[in-house]
């Protein structure tokens, strides 16, 4: 089932994360992160693919899922900590510039990386994962979106691993419905690992970024400036238009803050595009990111 595929633990500043690795070690890198409720595994199609091709494919486990480490505190999963852990496995597997590609929370962190470091990243390919400022923009004056994020209110409550995990995580299940069985058995482990569903939804708790809720006015407390959030790297936005929790909204105005983009809108797929339409996620992002060495 993972042909190819080693596993490696490396430390990130004192966090250990396990990173799934295929491909020659001396390549150049094609860093994948995921989100949530997911863990490496959500790659494996597309590492093998680029890793085929000639690409050193690393998806690690983000910290707090599946068998990287998990620390207790929502604060440590600020997202400065989740920038260094990717500039750490960046510099640990790329002897120089990298191509970062992120979904969801992952993407949010490969964003931050972006916009903060784009001398570290050959290319930016984003998968279903706004803008920070397009997504503050939007859950601060879009009341669709706000309607469509109230679940991140949910997950940052105290309650919300009982609520998750009841009847077999019978909830987070039904966002996988339509894919493979064996995925969702493979999800159903990941999830059962003692703290990873806690350390899941410490991203939620530690975010300023969702909704407003009674006594907390959520984004719109942050005042953004759009030129703060350039994206000074050369970027692919792939999204999936049936997509409930992320609208359309949020392609809305992208070109002002990543002026160099090309968009790629998939009007039959959702959120899970990565396993709905791989042949077309591997190839887009293979135009795009060219041949190593190109």
């Given at each position: 089932?993972?042909?190819?595929?080693?596993?490696?633990?490396?430390?990130?500043?004192?966090?250990?994360?396990?990173?799934?690795?295929?491909?020659?070690?001396?390549?150049?890198?094609?860093?994948?992160?995921?989100?949530?409720?997911?863990?490496?595994?959500?790659?494996?199609?597309?590492?093998?693919?680029?890793?085929?091709?000639?690409?050193?494919?690393?998806?690690?486990?983000?910290?707090?899922?599946?068998?990287?480490?998990?620390?207790?505190?929502?604060?440590?999963?600020?997202?400065?900590?989740?920038?260094?852990?990717?500039?750490?496995?960046?510099?640990?597997?790329?002897?120089?510039?990298?191509?970062?590609?992120?979904?969801?929370?992952?993407?949010?962190?490969?964003?931050?990386?972006?916009?903060?470091?784009?001398?570290?990243?050959?290319?930016?390919?984003?998968?279903?994962?706004?803008?920070?400022?397009?997504?503050?923009?939007?859950?601060?004056?879009?009341?669709?979106?706000?309607?469509?994020?109230?679940?991140?209110?949910?997950?940052?409550?105290?309650?919300?691993?009982?609520?998750?995990?009841?009847?077999?995580?019978?909830?987070?299940?039904?966002?996988?419905?339509?894919?493979?069985?064996?995925?969702?058995?493979?999800?159903?482990?990941?999830?059962?690992?003692?703290?990873?569903?806690?350390?899941?939804?410490?991203?939620?708790?530690?975010?300023?970024?969702?909704?407003?809720?009674?006594?907390?006015?959520?984004?719109?407390?942050?005042?953004?400036?759009?030129?703060?959030?350039t994206v000074r790297v050369p970027t692919l936005v792939i999204w999936g238009e049936r997509?409930?929790?992320?609208?359309?909204?949020?392609?809305?105005?992208?070109?002002?803050?990543?002026?160099?983009?090309?968009?790629?809108?998939?009007?039959?797929?959702?959120?899970?595009?990565?396993?709905?339409?791989?042949?077309?996620?591997?190839?887009?992002?293979?135009?795009?990111?060219?041949?190593?060495?190109?």
């Amino acid at each position: 089932m993972n042909p190819g595929i080693r596993h490696e633990w490396r430390d990130c500043g004192g966090v250990k994360l396990h990173c799934a690795v295929v491909g020659d070690a001396a390549s150049p890198l094609l860093l994948f992160l995921h989100g949530f409720p997911e863990f490496w595994g959500a790659w494996r199609r597309p590492m093998q693919h680029f890793a085929a091709r000639g690409w050193l494919a690393v998806a690690p486990d983000l910290r707090g899922y599946n068998l990287s480490d998990k620390p207790a505190s929502a604060d440590a999963y600020k997202a400065k900590h989740l920038i260094a852990d990717v500039l750490a496995l960046g510099a640990h597997y790329a002897g120089g510039k990298f191509v970062l590609v992120g979904h969801d929370w992952g993407g949010a962190v490969a964003w931050n990386v972006a916009i903060g470091h784009p001398g570290r990243l050959e290319r930016l390919v984003m998968i279903n994962s706004p803008h920070p400022y397009i997504f503050w923009r939007e859950l601060s004056n879009s009341a669709a979106q706000q309607k469509a994020s109230e679940y991140m209110n949910l997950f940052r409550l105290p309650k919300a691993e009982r609520v998750l995990s009841e009847n077999g995580y019978a909830r987070l299940l039904t966002a996988f419905g339509h894919l493979e069985e064996g995925w969702q058995r493979e999800l159903l482990e990941a999830w059962s690992r003692p703290g990873a569903l806690t350390g899941g939804l410490n991203y939620y708790r530690a975010s300023p970024m969702h909704p407003a809720a009674l006594g907390d006015a959520g984004a719109k407390k942050l005042q953004l400036k759009p030129e703060d959030f350039t994206v000074r790297v050369p970027t692919l936005v792939i999204w999936g238009e049936r997509d409930t929790a992320l609208l359309t909204g949020c392609l809305d105005g992208l070109e002002q803050v990543v002026p160099d983009l090309k968009l790629l809108r998939v009007p039959d797929a959702s959120h899970w595009i990565v396993h709905e339409k791989p042949d077309l996620v591997c190839s887009g992002i293979e135009r795009f990111a060219g041949s190593p060495g190109v």
